[in-house]
Structures are given as C-alpha cells and as structure tokens.
C-alpha cells in the first residue's frame, strides 16, 4: 500500500502561469507544472512521483503504441466563490477506470494512487484552477501498457499518469447530428463500457463523414439492427417524450456509463420528471416527434456538461427541433453548475474538497 507519504514529489522550479492567461483558456491545450507518475511491473506499483510536467521517453517497440491497451478518464474540479477547490464524483471515475483496466486485461491503480495522487497533484498545482465562472481544471488519468516488445500478449509493464488542464468555458454550440445506420461504435461483448483509446480512434472516420455531409457527429445505433440508439458521438443521450426523460440502459455493455448521465437522471427526477434507462429506437423517436410531444434532445459529458441537439437526420428523414423552447436541459446545466460553483448546497456527496 502506497501513503501519501510515500509520493516522491519534485516541484517545478518556475512555474509556467506566469506566461499564460487562465481567462477563456481553450480546452486541453495547457498542462500545469506538475504531473503524476507510476510505473508498475513485477506485479507492484513503484513508488508514485509528482514531478515537472515533461515528455515521457519511450522505446519504439512500446506496446500500447501497437495494440492499443490505453485507457483513461476525464474529471474536472471547481474553485467556488471563496477561492475553495473541489473535484465532482472523482471516486465514480475511480471506480470506472478500473472496470476499464479489467476489460482490457490491465492492473487496477490502487485507490492510494489514483486518488490521493490526484488529490496531493492538485493541491500543488492548486493555482491553476481558474476562479472565473464557467471555468474549471480537467483531469485526465490514464494508464497504457509500456512494455517494450513487439508479441502479442497483455503487457507486464504499465504506467499510470495524470496530467492537469485549466479550461475556460466550453461552450458547445447547438449540433446537428447524423444517425448512423452503417459504422458501428460497439457491440454486445466488445468494449463500449471501457474508456478505452481505441473506441475514439475507430470512430473518428465514421464522424468525418458525418462532417461531409454537414454534420457535426453521429448518433450511434446498435451494431445488429441500427435501430437502437446508443450514444452520440463521446457523450451519453437523452430524450425528452412527453415528461418522460429516456435514456440508453446500460445492459447490454455497449454504452460508457457516463458520470454526467448519471447525475443528469438524479437531477431530473428532482426536477420531476420520470426518467427511464431502457433501449430506444429511432422510431419511437421519429414517431415522439410527428405526435409533438417530443421535446429536448441533448447529450451528456464532462466536458461540455449538456449539449444540445438541434437536428437529427436518418436516412432521408429530417428532425429539425425548436431549442428556444426547451425547459429541461437548460434547468439541468444550472442546477449542476450551481452545485459544481457551491451555489447551492451540495446535498448528494458529490463534490470533493481538495
Ligand atoms: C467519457 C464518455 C462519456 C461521458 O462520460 P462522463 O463521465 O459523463 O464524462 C460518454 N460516452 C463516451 C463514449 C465517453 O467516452
């Protein structure tokens, strides 16, 4: 077992904030000062190190460069009105991060890492979360396999990193989004539940050509039926019918189990509306749409929280929705940031003080 203690800590010996702006700081384009740093092999964590942000050396022949065990996660934290700092649900990240590392054959990160690392990283690099509104720190923890060979088998060697990025407000423009009825981002058995580096790869071309024809991404369906409806682009999916909120279940593995969904469904019922976790198909949706009564239609995600979907197109079928008078969304992202900011009082555990 690793103690905080135990962390080798190296501090920087100037700090890069003094060249840059935290106002409106473009999304993970700046690293802070420090990062976090852990190698395992022989079947044990080494000892953890914070030390300079710097480029990490590796060997041509590291297997995550070839087959791809790479996993990771993405947390923010707040500063509120009193200059205090907290990170929402990073125990729920934690958790989710090693049901990644399961699936893709990897150690867990003992919680004496991933979280009183991330914690004593944070409190070091604590000038760095901007105190304007709407801006935050983003996290990012990630693990890759770095043993240096060339064979096809689940590494020995990995190592554990988390890197620091301040953001500014990440406004997310309404989207028009392209139902996808032939690529496929995950299915029954596959790794659609794992925050995994390839599910981002293998749907880049898919949403490239969703982009030619003017979209800004694709709503997945099922891989059997494309019928389904799953996620939309790298963000969980919500339908308003009726007052009824819908979401994907998560049943059948091929949807990430997104943190902000999760909040979003507590959210929602408090606001009192019946949300149900259950499969979806474009149908029931279209056919929401032609009776009008359905209303808002978003995703969900850490980085952008709530991002509104303007238009959904399948096949020739064309969905433009009047957004001015969505009431749900919009409630949402208040009441979330109102918590996230300490506006109000945080009364389901969810943020963690630094
Ligand atoms: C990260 C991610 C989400 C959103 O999860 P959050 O925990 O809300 O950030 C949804 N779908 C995919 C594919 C993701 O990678």
């Known amino acids: ?30 690293f802070t000062d420090h990062m976090l740093e852990v190698d395992y092999e022989n079947g044990e964590w080494k000892t953890p190190e914070i030390k300079p942000y710097q480029p990490i050396l590796m060997d041509p022949s590291l297997a995550a460069l070839h087959y791809g065990q790479a996993i990771f996660e993405g947390i923010k934290a707040y500063k509120n009105d009193k200059g205090e700092a907290f990170i929402f649900r990073p125990q729920d990240n934690f958790k989710r991060f090693n049901i990644s590392a399961e699936r893709m054959q990897m150690p867990p ?13 944070i409190e070091i ?35 554990f990193l988390i890197i620091l990025s301040p953001t500014g407000p990440y406004y997310s423009a309404p989207m028009r989004i392209y139902v996808e009825e032939y ?38 369906t099922d891989a059997l039926e494309h019928k389904y409806v799953q996620e939309c682009g790298t963000m969980n999916v919500f339908f308003i019918i009726g007052n009824t909120a ?8 091929t949807i990430l189990s997104g943190i902000t969904r999760d909040s979003v469904i507590v ?70 940031n109102a918590i996230r900011y300490g506006k109000v009082e945080d009364t389901h555990g969810w943020m963690v003080k630094i």
Do not use: C
């Open 109 to 121: 990160v003992p919680e004496e890492i991933f979280m009183d690392g991330m914690k004593l990283l």
């Open 267 to 336: 959210i929602l019922r408090e606001m009192g509306y019946r949300v149900e976790e259950r499969p979806i198909t474009i149908d029931e949706i279209i056919e929401a749409h032609k009776a009008g009564n359905l209303h808002d239609v978003f995703g969900t995600g850490t980085a952008a929280t709530i991002s509104l979907i303007k238009e959904l197109r399948y096949k020739d079928y064309v969905m433009e929705y009047d957004i001015t008078q969505w009431k749900a969304a919009p409630e949402v992202l208040e009441r979330l």
């Open 183 to 220: 690529f496929v981002r995950a299915a029954a058995g596959g790794v659609g539940f794992a925050k995994t580096a390839g599910n981002y790869g293998a749907a880049m071309y898919a949403t490239a050509e969703a982009k030619k024809k003017g979209y800004d991404q694709v709503l997945w």
């Open 246 to 253: 819908i979401t994907p279940d998560l049943e059948s593995g």
């Open 125 to 159: 690099d604590n000038n760095w979360i901007p105190s304007q509104p709407n801006h935050s720190l983003y996290i990012r923890p990630f693990m890759f396999s770095s043993e240096e060979s060339v064979g096809v088998k689940p590494s020995e060697k990995y190592k």
């Open 1 to 30: 077992m690793t103690a905080v203690e135990d962390f080798k800590i190296t501090k920087a010996s100037n700090s890069k904030l003094k060249d840059i702006s935290l106002e409106n700081i473009p999304f993970g384009k700046y």
